[in-house]
């Protein structure tokens, strides 16, 4: 092989190299130039489709009780507008799961719309309610929406809404972990009744007008033999209560849940 030839071919190798190179660069480039993302394209379609279902409702709020037809015809304003964006791509992975959690809430609320004429339209209408205004609130956090000034009194109301079942909800899980701080050990028995005594400091981070709550006593058929109840009024944060009841009933465990907490 001559010199020339051999550089020749040294000179193919290299532009097929450069060339598949260049190929797959250009693919790359391509596909990530054709990524298309929906976060600023949901959040203005949510504005709008808020819009739309507030002018419907100020169109019928002139009745003493909105029908089901004005109701359905509101929320389907809304769901109809943002609908599409559940299989959408979102850059805000977060984001994304707010909206199918809200999207799901309207979807809860045309459910509930189907017991219009039934007493626990009520109850479903408002658990809707607040899953949505918890996840608006959340959106609106990171992605301030911003709508016509006449309907801003709309958007505060449902954010106000929003923030108190968050703060509710806060408070529940801290009483469920508090919950799981008592220890009940037999602090006497007289032969007959027992008394079981636990000492508990609230650490939730709330202060509590009134803790009620339920010990139910469970024997070993895990059978719910007895339920007795224990209670504390003006227990501050970071205070040390003493808790008790007293039982005749054989039982092997028992478990606590809140009654009435404020």
Request: glycine content about 2%.
């Amino acid at each position: 092989m001559t010199k020339r030839t051999y550089l020749h071919r040294v000179t193919n190798i290299l532009f097929v190299l450069f060339f598949t190179v260049a190929l797959l660069a250009g693919c790359s480039q391509k596909n990530h130039s054709e990524t298309k993302y929906y976060d600023k394209d949901f959040i203005s379609s949510l504005e709008k489709g808020l819009q739309s279902r507030w002018d419907i409702n100020k169109a019928s709020s002139s009745k003493p009780l909105k029908s089901k037809e004005a109701l359905t015809k509101s929320v389907n304003a809304e769901f109809n507008t943002v609908k599409p964006y559940k299989n959408k791509r979102f850059k805000d992975d977060k984001l994304h799961e707010q909206v199918i959690t809200y999207l799901n809430a309207l979807e809860d609320q045309k459910k509930a719309l189907e017991h219009f004429e039934k007493s626990k339209y009520i109850t479903e209408w408002n658990k809707a309610y607040n899953t949505r205004t918890e996840m608006l609130l959340k959106i609106n956090s990171k992605y301030k929406l911003t709508v016509a000034s006449k309907y801003q009194p709309d958007l505060d109301k449902l954010i106000r809404n929003g923030d108190a079942v968050v703060n509710k909800n806060n408070k529940r899980d801290a009483v469920n972990i508090l919950i799981k701080a008592f220890k009940f050990e037999k602090s006497h028995d007289n032969g007959y009744i027992g008394k079981y005594t636990a000492i508990v400091k609230n650490t939730s981070g709330y202060a509590f007008k009134t803790f009620n709550a339920k010990v139910k006593l469970i024997d070993s058929n895990k059978t719910v033999v007895q339920t007795r109840h224990i209670s504390a009024d003006a227990w501050d944060k970071d205070q040390t209560n003493q808790f008790e009841f007293t039982t005749d009933k054989e039982f092997s465990t028992y478990e606590i849940v809140s009654d009435f907490i404020e």
